[in-house]
């Protein structure tokens, strides 16, 4: 069964943390607005392209750290009866832009009820975070395989991914 998942921001989603909301709140349901085009990612099974879609979502940065982020299954999104189509999204992995990416299509009540079902059963922490030089690893094993252009990376971004490529070409 694949997993959707869809950047978030871990202060709104963990209960504990400053900003968090209960998930029967209205304002849970913003890392999902707009609601008629949620642009989630399709995670395939066992998770074989994570890193790639981390690296896709960190190459539109503007500044590189930590990402945070939900999965959960696409059977939810059947159960609550919201429409999912695949579109093209707009990081600098084309591919990825293609295969991967879709819109969920939802009302707000579908959305609030959407973030109740992954909230609910996961206790105090519902997002992973992965770390800005995990993220920054992502990103330089993109471009060394090609699927991201160094180039058109934003200038402290590209620094940062340099780096971590001078970093591995020199063995460290």
């Known amino acids: 069964?694949?997993?959707?998942?869809?950047?978030?921001?871990?202060?709104?989603?963990?209960?504990?943390?400053?900003?968090?909301?209960?998930p029967d709140d209205p304002t849970s349901a913003r890392d999902f607005q707009p609601y008629?085009?949620?642009s989630v990612w399709v995670i395939e099974e066992h998770g074989s392209n994570l890193h790639r879609i981390i690296a896709a979502l960190a190459s539109k940065r503007t500044w590189p750290s930590n990402l945070?982020?939900?999965?959960f299954d696409e059977a939810l999104v059947?159960?609550?009866?919201?429409?999912?189509?695949?579109?093209?999204?707009?990081?600098?992995?084309?591919?990825?832009?293609k295969r991967w990416h879709r819109d969920l299509n939802m009302s707000e009540a579908q959305a609030l009820e959407l973030v109740r079902e992954i909230k609910t059963p996961r206790g105090s922490s519902?997002?992973?975070?992965?770390?800005?030089k995990d993220v920054l690893k992502c990103l330089?094993?993109?471009v060394e395989e090609g699927r991201i252009d160094l180039a058109q990376l934003e200038?402290?971004?590209?620094d940062r991914v340099q780096t971590e490529l001078s970093k591995r070409a020199s063995g460290n």
Do not use: C, F
């Open 1 to 22: 069964m694949s997993k959707l998942l869809r950047g978030a921001r871990r202060d709104s989603w963990d209960l504990g943390t400053t900003n968090a909301v209960r």
């Open 36 to 38: 008629h085009e949620a």
């Open 68 to 71: 945070d982020y939900v999965l």
């Open 78 to 97: 059947r159960k609550l009866g919201i429409t999912m189509r695949q579109t093209t999204g707009t990081t600098l992995d084309e591919e990825a832009n």
């Open 126 to 132: 519902a997002t992973e975070r992965v770390r800005e």
């Open 140 to 142: 330089a094993r993109a």
């Open 155 to 158: 200038p402290k971004v590209r």
